[in-house]
């Protein structure tokens, strides 16, 4: 029964959807499906809250390596959650001054705010920036012209990082942009390696993709596979 | 000299990684810009619209991006209100309606201060649900939003009166970080009713590619990254010019909508350099080799 109600649920929500795509009378099947699936989604932040929780909080308990750093996760999770939920000190809105959660509560005049604008902001910005360093990195140590592959992937790489700049068009400015050999300017040769190759590439790579999908949706809508369930068959 | 260079510290990499963006930056260094096709027909897109035109704006992306999309959402926005044409802003990332404030604030208070909220531009905030949200507003969109971000009764809201779904919509202007975004605007919606559901958008480089084979038909265009921002804002730029009066007393174009055009370049140092670190990485490779099969 544990198992059965779920491979019920997944079942019959895939199979209406499938239905609700081809045939018109049935839409408002999938539009409620989608619609209960988007209440469930919203349910997922609480599940996935309460995950967060536990494992983090076994972390500490079992002193495990690292565990300092699942303390800060704790305190910066308990400590977000409580200034959102309680819209702590949030200014009330000017029609209703009497009523303390009315108030717009991302203004950085808010805890919530202030810990969005100058805490979350600048850490998120900050993890992503760092990228640029390690890929500056990785390409002195791991870029090399090893075969024919590699040399043709350097060479695009080459065109498109140049492509993608000022550069690109100053070192071609020689080349009449209306002549016979004007797609040898980099921005041109830019412009046709990502309409061309890279087009017909990802369209290849995309229907590939969609039909693993299609199989493996197909599997887990009959109840073939049932890895989700957390099953070792 | 060799040695030094074949066991380099990644460190020396890393300052000059830093002197590369951080010098431009300093000096406001820029160079002349020039749209590409595909600028243009999202330009075109938007810009052929009559007055008053409902435009559906998702802004799906969050502050780590924020450097390479918030120039492109801005100048998305400042066009939008150019054209006075009717903005609905969504968001299918938590933090999508921090986007929209960033947006709201920066162009539309200070610079439109005759737009009135509810009437000229709407915020309908984020939901969860990720595609499912994108499947249930083309078909019913007061199903799912049934208040705006502050809370206020959808029907109240003069502007929602005649929109029902997004296919009441003249276009959506999609500007997306990754999941969900572009592409399954392009699945849910733009797809799944062709010619109703018209599509524009903005991505980081990185989701770029996977978005040309979309392109023109379910798809009419896309910015690209920093570099299709900066296109882009020229372009705003050269058809709705904005001055202000600059430190010296002279008229220039108001620096909030020309972000990405100073930001290509910190972009063109670090391309040079990510150049010149492979070729020097292979030449070590190389003179390496070559003494290996000497020995």
């Given at each position: 029964?544990?198992?059965?109600?779920?491979?019920?649920?997944?079942?019959?929500?895939?199979?209406?959807?499938?239905?609700?795509?081809?045939?018109?009378?049935?839409?408002?099947?999938?539009?409620?499906?989608?619609?209960?699936?988007?209440?469930?989604?919203?349910?997922?932040?609480?599940?996935?809250?309460?995950?967060?929780?536990?494992?983090?909080?076994?972390?500490?308990?079992?002193?495990?390596?690292?565990?300092?750093?699942?303390?800060?996760?704790?305190?910066?999770?308990?400590?977000?959650?409580?200034?959102?939920?309680?819209?702590?000190?949030?200014?009330?809105?000017?029609?209703?001054?009497?009523?303390?959660?009315?108030?717009?509560?991302?203004?950085?005049?808010?805890?919530?705010?202030?810990?969005?604008?100058?805490?979350?902001?600048?850490?998120?910005?900050?993890?992503?920036?760092?990228?640029?360093?390690?890929?500056?990195?990785?390409?002195?140590?791991?870029?090399?012209?090893?075969?024919?592959?590699?040399?043709?992937?350097?060479?695009?790489?080459?065109?498109?990082?140049?492509?993608?700049?000022?550069?690109?068009?100053?070192?071609?400015?020689?080349i009449d942009p209306d002549g016979p050999i004007s797609g040898l300017r980099i921005e041109n040769m830019t412009v046709t390696i990502m309409s061309v190759f890279n087009t017909a590439g990802m369209r290849a790579i995309m229907i590939g993709i969609a039909l693993g999908i299609v199989s493996t949706s197909l599997k887990v809508i009959l109840g073939v596979d049932r890895s989700y369930l957390g099953s070792k068959e | 000299m060799f040695e030094f260079f074949k066991t380099l510290d990644r460190r020396w990499i890393f300052l000059l990684m830093l002197l590369s963006v951080a010098v431009p930056i300093l000096l406001q260094t820029t160079f002349p810009e020039k749209a590409s096709a595909m600028a243009q027909a999202v330009f075109d897109e938007i810009d052929k619209l009559p007055e008053g035109s409902k435009i559906l704006l998702p802004f799906d992306f969050d502050p780590a991006s924020e450097g390479e999309l918030g120039p492109m959402a801005t100048a998305f926005t400042y066009h939008c209100a150019m054209k006075k044409h009717k903005m609905y802003f969504m968001a299918l990332w938590p933090v999508g309606p921090q986007m929209i404030d960033e947006a709201i604030n920066k162009v539309i208070r200070p610079d439109f201060p005759e737009l009135r909220y509810g009437v000229d531009y709407v915020n309908l905030g984020f939901k969860p649900g990720n595609e499912g949200v994108i499947r249930v507003v083309v078909t019913d969109l007061k199903e799912l939003y049934t208040t705006d971000d502050a809370g206020t009764n959808i029907n109240n809201i003069p502007m929602m009166q005649g929109v029902d779904s997004v296919r009441d919509c003249d276009l959506v202007i999609n500007v997306s970080a990754g999941y969900p975004g572009n592409k399954e605007w392009v699945q849910y919606a733009s797809t799944a009713y062709p010619g109703e559901i018209i599509l524009v958008g903005g991505c980081t480089g990185v989701q770029a590619p996977q978005m040309y084979p979309y392109i023109p038909n379910q798809m009419k265009g896309i910015l690209g990254a920093i570099k299709g921002a900066a296109e882009y804002e020229k372009l705003v730029m050269d058809h709705y010019p904005r001055h202000i009066t600059n430190a010296e007393g002279d008229q220039a174009l108001d620096p909030k909508y020309t972000e990405a055009l100073r930001r290509m370049g910190p972009q063109l140092i670090a391309h040079l350099l990510m150049i010149v670190l492979i070729i020097g990485g292979n030449i070590i490779f190389f003179v390496e080799r070559h003494r290996g099969m000497q020995a």
């Open positions: 029964m544990k198992r059965t109600i779920p491979l019920l649920i997944t079942a019959l929500g895939g199979i209406v959807l499938i239905i609700a795509s081809f045939i018109p009378f049935t839409l408002d099947w999938g539009e409620k499906a989608s619609i209960w699936f988007d209440i469930l989604a919203g349910v997922a932040f609480i599940l996935g809250g309460g995950n967060l929780l536990k494992v983090h909080l076994r972390k500490v308990s079992d002193k495990q390596a690292g565990f300092g750093y699942s303390i800060v996760t704790l305190v910066a999770f308990i400590v977000m959650l409580y200034v959102g939920l309680v819209k702590w000190d949030v200014p009330p809105m000017e029609a209703h001054p009497n009523s303390s959660w009315s108030g717009e509560y991302r203004s950085v005049d808010s805890p919530f705010g202030w810990l969005y604008e100058y805490a979350f902001k600048p850490l998120t910005a900050t993890m992503f920036a760092l990228l640029a360093f390690y890929v500056a990195s990785a390409a002195f140590r791991a870029f090399r012209a090893k075969n024919i592959e590699a040399i043709l992937l350097l060479g695009t790489a080459f065109i498109i990082l140049l492509g993608r700049t000022f550069a690109g068009v100053w070192m071609t400015d020689w | -």
